[in-house]
Antibody, heavy 124, light 107 residues
Framework: EVQLVESGGGLVQPGRSLRLSCTAS????????MSWVRQAPGKGLEWVGF??????????EYAASVKGRFTISRDDSKSIAYLQMNSLKTEDTAVYYC???????????????WGQGTLVTVSS | DIQMTQSPSSLSASVGDRVTITCRAS??????LNWYQQKPGKAPKLLIY???SLQSGVPSRFSGSGSGTDFTLTISSLQPEDFATYYC?????????FGPGTKVDIK
């Protein structure tokens, strides 16, 4: 069974850092792009960023709202994707989902499956 | 960036109704359009990819159509488990963008 499990969420003060992990199982992790999508309380889905597979260079793309503060990385040997979040703001408060995608061209195709999500609360 | 809009933002329907949700892109995205279903407290679930392809395991009452800028998600006969919020998403270019969602609730 293909599965994604996020961890690392919690309460953090503004300006501090937090690292989320996404542990994958049931598929060849290195063959896929991995993406993070977040959802603020009561709001819609917002794409955060993705990391391409090594076959597509392993490069990253980010939403403008997090670029320069968030970094996505991957460890294919452990089947884990990471989201390093620095200089956190109150508006970063959200459930963060990890999801798998298929590389193509400059983007990533549909997202499937999704993890259960981990809540990040940024508050003093 | 490509902007995605959805209409309506919410609708009330009865079990057995035919439901249609519309998604529009701010520029042509060919068929790079996907639909997700999200129930309260749960992660989104892929329903339709590439505008009209049904994801494995998704009931055949769900269908998608369209290309270019205008797309539709249709539920042919609404079931109790279909009450949820539906999002469209374009994968034509980065940044990936989602529509604002359409909430389907019980009439």
């Amino acid at each position: 069974e293909v599965q994604l499990v996020e961890s690392g969420g919690g309460l953090v003060q503004p300006g501090r850092s937090l690292r989320l992990s996404c542990t994958a199982s049931g598929f060849t992790f290195g063959d896929y792009a991995m993406s993070w999508v977040r959802q603020a309380p009561g709001k819609g889905l917002e794409w955060v960023g993705f990391i391409r597979s090594k076959a597509y260079g392993g490069t990253t793309e980010y939403a403008a709202s997090v670029k320069g503060r968030f970094t996505i990385s991957r460890d294919d040997s452990k089947s884990i994707a990471y989201l390093q979040m620095n200089s956190l703001k109150t508006e970063d408060t959200a459930v963060y989902y990890c999801t798998r995608g298929i590389d193509y061209g400059d983007s990533v195709n549909w997202f499937d499956p999704w993890g259960q999500g981990t809540l990040v609360t940024v508050s003093s | 960036d490509i902007q995605m809009t959805q209409s309506p933002s919410s609708l009330s329907a009865s079990v057995g109704d035919r439901v249609t949700i519309t998604c529009r892109a701010s520029q042509s995205i060919s068929s790079y359009l996907n639909w997700y279903q999200q129930k309260p407290g749960k992660a989104p679930k892929l329903l339709i990819y590439a505008a009209s392809s049904l994801q494995s395991g998704v009931p055949s009452r769900f269908s998608g159509s369209g290309s270019g800028t205008d797309f539709t998600l249709t539920i042919s006969s609404l079931q109790p488990e279909d009450f949820a919020t539906y999002y469209c998403q374009q994968s034509y270019s980065t940044p990936v963008t989602f529509g604002p969602g359409t909430k389907v609730d019980i009439k």
